[in-house]
């Protein structure tokens, strides 16, 4: 039982490419959620889904796009990549809207 | 305004204090109030949630919730070292509204428990 589970755990990227981060869950949970930590920011929420085929924006939406086709998945993208989304990402699911399990983050770095 | 703030600290204490966490929120249509434990370079993992005012208790830690001022702590009693976490406070709100599903974290206090 993998839990969450995020790939690539690390990524460099150069000011204006793209890329796609992928998070998959075996818990078959409705919610699905996008965060980035920053220091002294906390988890500010980027996106997320109340199931399979929704999206919702968070607190932080722009230069992202996200989409849940299959209820395991759930994609994050970056179209083209700033240096101020050099972040931690992470990503999380929960069956109770309290519960929420989290992946071990993506550490990107956009140079 | 944010939805819920919390004081980022850094707190640093010695073994055994008694340590009290706070956040306070902007919007009454919150249902569920969660504070979540980090360890370095780790995920968030829950630690205690309510949804209702009042407190609740979990070994050493007590969660308390008053609706009345849209404020709610995280009391740690006899702190010890491995406590040593960043701790952030979340709200869910209730259903039925626009915002359905939304899970919304304060900014995390950074806590030090010294031996």
């Known amino acids: 039982n993998a839990g969450v589970t995020q790939t690539p755990k690390f990524r460099v990227l150069k000011t204006g490419q793209s890329m796609t981060l992928l998070c998959a869950q075996d818990m078959n949970h409705e919610y699905m959620y996008w965060y980035r930590q920053d220091p002294g920011m906390g988890l500010r929420l980027i996106h997320y889904?109340?199931?399979?085929?929704?999206?919702a924006k968070g607190e932080v939406p722009d230069g992202y796009n996200v989409s849940r086709l299959k209820k395991q998945n759930f994609l994050l993208g970056l179209e083209s990549a700033a240096p101020s989304q050099t972040s931690v990402y992470f990503c999380?699911?929960?069956?109770?809207?309290?519960?929420?399990?989290f992946g071990q983050g993506t550490r990107l770095t956009v140079v | 305004q944010k939805e819920v703030e919390q004081d980022p600290g850094p707190l640093s204490v010695p073994e055994g204090a008694i340590v009290s966490l706070n956040c306070t929120y902007s919007?009454?249509?919150?249902?569920?109030f969660m504070w979540y434990r980090q360890y370095s370079r780790k995920g968030p993992e829950l630690l205690m949630y309510?949804?209702?005012?009042g407190n609740k208790e979990d070994g050493r830690f007590t969660a308390q919730v008053d609706k009345s001022s849209k404020y709610i702590s995280l009391f740690i009693r006899d702190s010890q070292p491995s406590d040593s976490a960043t701790y952030l406070c979340a709200i869910s709100p209730r259903a039925g509204g626009t915002s359905y599903g939304k899970l919304t974290f304060g900014q995390g206090t950074i806590l030090t428990v010294h031996p």
């Open positions: 919007n009454s249509a919150f249902q569920y």
């Open positions: 999380a699911s929960s069956y109770e809207r309290f519960n929420a399990f």
């Open positions: 309510t949804y209702s005012s």
């Open positions: 889904s109340v199931g399979e085929g929704t999206t």
